[in-house]
């Protein structure tokens, strides 16, 4: 894991995460991805890493919904 700033070591979470098979794909890096990768092809980078994280947070919000439909679901069938 890169650094976030040159000179500065990459987070302690970031050094536990990687696997054998290189870094894993967890929610962290997927976020910094999807900044990197929106950030880099823009010229208004602030505007666009909210844009990003708003994205996610709604993804996150779905994701949460979709979950607790299915614990709902689960719940009535076991009634």
């Given at each position: 894991?890169?650094?976030?700033?040159?000179?500065?070591?990459?987070?302690?979470?970031?050094?536990?995460?990687?696997?054998?098979?290189?870094?894993?794909?967890?929610?962290?890096?997927?976020?910094?991805?999807?900044?990197?990768?929106?950030?880099r092809h823009s010229r208004s980078r602030g505007l666009y890493?909210?844009?990003?994280?708003?994205?996610?947070?709604?993804?996150?919000?779905?994701?949460?919904?979709?979950?607790?439909?299915?614990?709902?679901?689960?719940?009535?069938?076991?009634?």
């Amino acid at each position: 894991m890169e650094s976030k700033a040159p000179g500065r070591p990459a987070s302690g979470n970031a050094k536990r995460s990687k696997s054998k098979k290189g870094r894993k794909k967890t929610s962290v890096y997927l976020k910094a991805d999807l900044i990197e990768s929106f950030s880099r092809h823009s010229r208004s980078r602030g505007l666009y890493i909210y844009e990003v994280l708003e994205e996610i947070v709604e993804a996150k919000i779905r994701k949460w919904e979709a979950e607790d439909e299915k614990m709902l679901k689960e719940d009535r069938k076991a009634k």
